[in-house]
């Protein structure tokens, strides 16, 4: 929860985070190194130097880390578990749906659970996503459409088996269809994370919700031409937040835009943790005014009602949330956060230069 120097509460959904396992243990070939190598890379370039983990501490965490990093010295109040398989890079998956159901037991209340599926499985992989829906009571799934399988780099949402299993996500009641559009990641391909797909998925899949996951970066112009006229895509800020620091003029020329395209109602709060984690991302959020000229030319305005719908309410709305409820089931565990850096391991290690 974050609340303001006026006293007012913000409830915080967070809506992309992962509990992965990119140790060198997991890693089943050079591709598993590269990708979490390329995070880190990521994670470098764009955290506060005080912020910065160590190799040992970003390749893989507890969830007593996690769950101290997003609600005790982060602001989260429930976060959103994404998940990314990555089988041919890692052993036992990079961050699967099961993994993340430990997290959802472990802390009641806090965690919602996202599936995945892939539609090169085809029909085997039709009865793996009715058994998981079943099991995990689905109301989301993550996809990752530049992931390698075999021969095979990429997938697109207008694929006959893709199609087939958007489908059977209407049928299931699974709404929420998180699609990684983005930052390419080593080894996958560029070319595989275009963000054209969304608008023919979109237009035929009218019952869906279509949260385009880091807003097509480096394809705004494409994302919000698309976005803008499809009334069921919103847009995930994971990666495009963490520039609010290092980057200020690229992160108001991208909110501004993002703001003026889609409106406020369209737009979800990400930290994408473990890469970055929501006490500087929140509180730099909240600080943050888009500089005069801009809000001028662009006519966005991200004053105290829209940041409170992108950190927490559009979630809510498109997960059935119900915050005045959740608030009164949750333990206050922001309010025992420490003045220290939030990132600083419980056990006093050192972190990364």
Same mark, same amino acid.
């Given at each position: 929860?974050?609340?303001?120097?006026?006293?007012?509460?913000?409830? *915080?959904?967070?809506?992309?985070?992962?509990?992965?396992?990119?140790?060198?243990?997991?890693? @089943?070939?050079?591709?598993?190194?590269?990708? $979490?190598?390329?995070?880190?890379?990521?994670?470098?370039?764009?955290?506060?130097?005080?912020?910065?983990? %160590?190799?040992?501490?970003?390749?893989?965490?507890?969830?007593?880390?996690?769950?101290?990093?997003?609600?005790?010295?982060?602001?989260?109040?429930?976060?959103?578990?994404?998940?990314?398989?990555?089988?041919?890079?890692?052993?036992?998956?990079?961050? %699967?749906?099961?993994?993340?159901?430990?997290?959802?037991? #472990?802390?009641?209340? @806090?965690? $919602? *659970?996202?599936?995945?599926?892939?539609?090169?499985?085809?029909?085997?992989?039709?009865? #793996?996503?009715?058994?998981?829906?079943?099991?995990?009571?689905? #109301?989301?799934?993550?996809?990752?459409?530049?992931?390698?399988?075999?021969?095979? @780099?990429? +997938?697109?949402?207008?694929?006959?088996?893709?199609?087939? +299993?958007?489908?059977?996500?209407?049928?299931?009641?699974?709404?929420?269809?998180?699609?990684?559009?983005?930052?390419?990641?080593?080894?996958?391909?560029?070319?595989?994370?275009?963000?054209?797909?969304?608008?023919?998925? /979109?237009?035929?899949?009218?019952?869906?919700?279509?949260?385009?996951?880091?807003?097509?970066?480096? @394809?705004?112009?494409?994302?919000?031409?698309?976005?803008?006229?499809? %009334?069921?895509?919103?847009?995930?800020?994971?990666?495009?937040?963490?520039?609010?620091?290092?980057?200020?003029?690229?992160?108001?020329?991208?909110?501004?835009?993002?703001?003026?395209?889609?409106?406020?109602?369209?737009?979800? +709060?990400?930290?994408?943790?473990?890469?970055?984690?929501?006490?500087?991302?929140?509180?730099?959020?909240?600080?943050?005014?888009?500089?005069?000229?801009?809000?001028?030319?662009?006519?966005? *305005?991200?004053?105290?009602?829209?940041?409170?719908?992108?950190?927490?309410?559009?979630? &809510?709305?498109?997960?059935?949330?119900?915050?005045?409820?959740?608030?009164?089931?949750?333990?206050? &565990?922001?309010? /025992?956060?420490?003045?220290?850096?939030?990132?600083?391991? &419980?056990?006093?290690?050192?972190?990364?230069?």
């Amino acid at each position: 929860m974050y609340t303001t120097a006026s006293g007012e509460e913000i409830f *915080v959904i967070d809506g992309h985070v992962h509990k992965w396992d990119g140790s060198k243990a997991n890693q @089943r070939n050079i591709h598993g190194e590269q990708f $979490i190598n390329c995070f880190y890379g990521y994670h470098t370039f764009l955290s506060p130097a005080e912020k910065l983990l %160590t190799r040992e501490q970003f390749d893989t965490y507890s969830a007593e880390q996690m769950h101290r990093d997003l609600f005790v010295h982060g602001y989260d109040d429930m976060a959103i578990c994404q998940p990314t398989y990555l089988t041919d890079f890692y052993v036992q998956g990079f961050n %699967t749906t099961e993994q993340n159901a430990v997290l959802k037991t #472990q802390y009641p209340g @806090r965690f $919602i *659970v996202n599936g995945a599926f892939d539609p090169r499985d085809e029909a085997a992989g039709l009865d #793996q996503l009715d058994e998981l829906a079943a099991k995990h009571q689905l #109301q989301g799934v993550k996809l990752y459409t530049a992931e390698w399988k075999g021969a095979s @780099r990429g +997938y697109k949402l207008t694929d006959p088996w893709a199609e087939k +299993y958007l489908e059977r996500c209407e049928a299931l009641g699974i709404r929420n269809i998180h699609v990684h559009k983005g930052p390419t990641i080593l080894p996958l391909d560029r070319d595989a994370f275009d963000v054209a797909d969304i608008d023919a998925a /979109a237009t035929n899949f009218q019952g869906l919700n279509f949260i385009v996951e880091h807003c097509g970066l480096p @394809r705004l112009d494409d994302f919000c031409w698309i976005a803008t006229q499809e %009334t069921n895509v919103y847009g995930g800020l994971a990666v495009v937040l963490p520039f609010i620091r290092k980057k200020p003029q690229y992160f108001g020329h991208v909110i501004s835009q993002l703001l003026m395209w889609l409106g406020p109602d369209k737009l979800l +709060y990400g930290s994408d943790y473990g890469i970055w984690t929501p006490d500087w991302l929140i509180e730099d959020f909240m600080a943050y005014e888009l500089p005069e000229a801009l809000a001028k030319e662009t006519g966005a *305005v991200l004053d105290l009602e829209a940041k409170k719908k992108i950190l927490g309410l559009n979630a &809510a709305r498109l997960y059935g949330v119900d915050i005045e409820a959740q608030k009164l089931r949750l333990p206050n &565990a922001h309010q /025992a956060r420490p003045v220290e850096s939030a990132l600083a391991p &419980a056990d006093g290690a050192a972190v990364a230069a």
